[in-house]
């Protein structure tokens, strides 16, 4: 699903006016017929059926307008209760404002008296519809119609919001001051991402985008982002020839663990398996070897020379090198510790492995030392996969908490270093070398625990060892990942779930999304056919 900036929507509706001879009107007319379409199919099983509109003086008002009188002649019990003089409504809004009985209308243009005269009105409603304001709105609330989203977000009923829940910023999703509540968003032509980006998505409740004919020609050529649901996600999923064997689908080689972290080492290689990679080796130190032997019963185990320490160093180049000679991917980082010894052989790693390596945890640190290893390395495909505080060393400076700042950081980081990034956190963003951005829609916060980012490691290892362009399997291993998530929580609860939970589910999730319905068909892969890494000169 494609998402866009305010400012970028408010183009599309101005060019579709101007350049393709769109009335606004029937703009208009086509958003409030869509918006009331949901509302009635939502409260199809409802007994009462009522509803009160609180409607701006604008353009989200006059959505409103229409809303009302679709409902009107659905049999609804309707009222309209305007945040405004009746002669401060013009153009479009006021042509569907006259079309309305003026039994429906009330006009509320003083801070103060809506409380007073309208709330046992909007308490007994079976819908509260948000027309207030639209994705313009920059500054925060103030009086009236902040006034007005508390007593929605008061209301028992459900709370329907017009394009976006007034007082969540159309870009950045930040709350201006207060914000509605919505259990269901109505966005026209298409999404926002201060609909999607934390905390407006928490604000959004259901999405659901309509089409209020906007030439087609202007959505798919306007520049947006990626909005991964399983939608748009499940088509990236392959499925497998008959006469596949563990051979076609990749041997991942995973460099991780130390003492005290061999948890991390096991998990990464363990969602591997879990995610289709043909073949899995854990390459860990000596010390800790006996211990993922056990934990890890489908992967093998490479032990590496660490003189008893516990940890890697360069001494255990020799041997990494010659398991790189067989292996098609490689992931390096979980629990890989951050000793002197280990920052030093990571850095060289990064300057040696020609396959499409993954970095993670620890070795993200070690890469946040001196960042211009990137310069003199030899794969052209490396996926860095830092949280937040693993972002902030690699910029050498605090990460903004803004989601909306974030992507644009995480897509500056993505092009400056050839590279692929995964943000990780709520609503993960995926940015790409050529300047694409993808945003994750899956996962939930039960996922906020130790171990989950080792697992995420390990399926986009395994997607990439299967063949799978770096694009595709950033965005499939972290949706796919954040489904398995989702399923883990839907059986368990989210309180207590752990990353070993996933490893249960990680199949689920791709079965789901390969059977998906709706999906296109997919052509067999009857021949291992891997991306093309071609090393950078």
């Not at 709330?119 to 409603?125: T, V």
């Not at 985008?209 to 959505?219: R, S, T």
């Not at 939970?501 to 319905?517: I, Y």
């Amino acid at each position: 699903m494609k998402v866009v900036t305010a400012h970028t929507m408010q183009e599309l509706d101005r060019r579709a006016i101007n350049e393709y001879g769109v009335p606004g009107r029937e703009l208009m007319e086509n958003a409030g017929r869509a918006c009331a379409a949901q509302i009635v199919a939502a409260c199809a099983d409802c007994r009462d059926k009522q509803a009160v509109i609180l409607a701006g003086k604008g353009n989200n008002g006059g959505d409103g307008y229409v809303i009302a009188r679709h409902l009107l002649d659905q049999g609804w019990q309707v009222g309209v209760i305007v945040l405004a003089r009746r002669r401060e409504i013009t153009g479009d809004a006021l042509t569907n404002l006259v079309l309305l009985p003026d039994a429906v209308l009330s006009f509320c243009p003083t801070e103060g008296e809506l409380a007073t005269k309208y709330r046992d009105e909007l308490q007994r409603a079976t819908v509260v519809v948000d027309a207030l304001l639209g994705t313009g709105l920059k500054d925060d609330l103030r009086g009236l119609y902040r006034e007005a989203v508390a007593l929605i977000n008061d209301t028992p009923g459900m709370v329907v919001a017009v394009d976006i829940p007034t007082g969540v910023h159309g870009t950045t999703g930040r709350i201006l001051g207060e914000a509605v509540q919505a259990d269901l968003t109505v966005s026209f032509g298409l999404a926002k991402l201060g609909q999607v980006l934390y905390p407006g998505a928490q604000q959004t409740g259901r999405l659901v985008v309509v089409d209020i004919g906007i030439p087609a020609p202007l959505l798919s050529d306007t520049d947006g982002y990626d909005y991964l649901d399983e939608a748009c996600v499940a088509p990236l999923v392959i499925p497998r020839a008959p006469e596949a064997h563990k051979g076609t689908f990749g041997h991942c080689l995973v460099i991780a663990g130390a003492v005290g972290a061999s948890g991390a080492a096991a998990l990464a290689a363990n969602s591997a398996v879990r995610a289709g990679a043909g073949l899995v080796t854990l390459a860990c130190p000596a010390t800790i070897n006996p211990i993922l032997e056990v934990k890890t019963t489908e992967a093998m185990t490479a032990p590496l020379p660490d003189a008893g320490a516990g940890y890697l160093t360069e001494t255990a180049l020799s041997l990494l090198e010659r398991l790189l000679a067989t292996r098609n991917t490689v992931a390096l980082g979980p629990g890989i510790g951050r000793h002197q010894e280990t920052v030093a052989l990571v850095q060289r790693l990064v300057t040696t492995v020609s396959q499409p390596l993954v970095i993670d945890a620890d070795a993200l640190n070690a890469l946040a030392e001196d960042l211009s290893v990137l310069q003199r390395r030899r794969s052209a495909v490396i996926v860095l996969t830092p949280h937040p505080g693993e972002m902030a060393r690699l910029l050498g400076t605090p990460l903004p908490d803004m989601a909306a700042v974030r992507i644009s950081v995480a897509q500056e980081f993505a092009r400056k270093h050839a590279l692929y990034l995964v943000l990780k956190g709520a609503h993960t963003i995926i940015a790409a070398p050529d300047g694409q951005v993808a945003i994750n829609g899956s996962g939930n916060p039960g996922m906020a625990s130790g171990g989950m980012g080792d697992l995420l490691t390990g399926v986009i290892t395994a997607l990439l060892a299967q063949g799978y362009h770096p694009w595709q399997a950033c965005r499939l291993g972290v949706f796919a990942h954040g489904l398995a998530g989702d399923l883990a929580a839907a059986e368990l609860g989210e309180i207590g779930l752990c990353a070993g939970d996933l490893l249960k589910t990680l199949p689920l999730a791709f079965n789901r999304l390969l059977h998906r319905a709706d999906a296109p068909r997919r052509t067999l892969r009857t021949i291992h056919q891997p991306y093309r890494n071609e090393v950078s000169p």
